[in-house]
Structure formats: C-alpha cells, structure tokens
C-alpha cells in the first residue's frame, strides 16, 4: 500500500512539474491576445537586452477608478480592458474585486501605486513592464505595440513587440 501511494505521490509531482514547464507555451497558443501601447521614450536597456517600459495603461485616469476606499501601496486591483478602434486595448475601469465582462473586454490583476492628484490619474503596475530579449536595434523613441497573450486563470505572456 505504501509503494502505491509513494508511486501516486511521484506521478502526481511529475504532472505538477510538466504544466508549469508547459504553461507558457499553452498561453501562447491559446491565450486571448492583448495589444498594448508604451509610452515614450523607452527608459533603459539593461544587460541581456533587457527593457523597462511604461504601457499607457499604467496610468488610469480617476473617472475610470470604481474604487472608493483608499488603497495601500501594492494592493490588488483589477483593469478592465477593450479594444479601441484599432485594435488597441485601453483602460474602460478599475475594481477592487475580479469584475463581470463585457464582450471583447478582458481584466489585468494589477497592484496599485500610488495617486497623482495634480494629475487626476492612478498608476498601476502590471508585472509585464520588463520585457527580455528585445532586438538592441529596436528605436527607444519610438512608441511600441506589445502583443500580450492571457490565460484564463490571469497568467500573462508578451509574445511580440513592434515598433509603431
């Protein structure tokens, strides 16, 4: 009984082991595609072509903000996104909790920063704003588009980034 509950226990890491190799490659088949725009310019390269770059969703204008409450650094919210008219997703509203969607819409989990009140806009932070391995050639002044691709369950891969 034991030699079969230590063979359960085996397979059942192995399976573990296998969806987390895979996990990126099945988001990139069968994700929804997100396109984003950064700002510009891009900041900085970094060793291994490595960038950092602000999206144009990082900062939410309050009229879209459905949060009343005042939120701690680093907090848990949620943007909802649509795609413009071409094709670009832009930030339609940002709740507290995981919200109901519209067609064509798609929510980010995002954690808070801060608020600009001079502004009026809310910066969030998304996980994606490194991106790797990026061609060294590419324009820093340039805007980009970053294709997304997003997993049901909220996981996040960029798939493609072009130039504007």
Do not use: C
């Amino acid at each position: 009984m034991k030699r079969l509950i230590f063979i359960f226990l085996l397979i059942v890491q192995a399976a573990i082991i296998l969806l987390v190799a895979f996990q990126y490659e099945w988001i990139k088949d069968n994700g929804k595609p997100i396109f984003l725009e950064t700002k510009t310019p891009i900041t900085t390269y970094h060793a291994n072509n490595d960038v950092y770059v602000e999206y144009e969703i990082n900062y939410l204008p309050a009229e879209i903000w459905e949060i009343d409450e005042e939120l701690d650094y680093q907090e848990k919210v949620f943007v909802v996104l649509a795609p413009d008219d071409t094709g670009v997703h832009r930030a339609v509203r940002v709740t507290k909790e995981r919200p109901e969607l519209r067609a064509e819409e798609v929510s980010l989990p995002a954690t808070y920063s801060y608020v600009d009140s001079i502004k009026d806009e809310y910066r969030v932070d998304y996980g994606i704003e490194k991106i790797s391995q990026v061609d060294p050639g590419k324009d820093k002044h340039r805007r980009w588009l970053i294709t997304l691709k997003v997993a049901p369950w909220g996981q996040k891969a960029i798939t493609e980034v072009a130039e504007l």
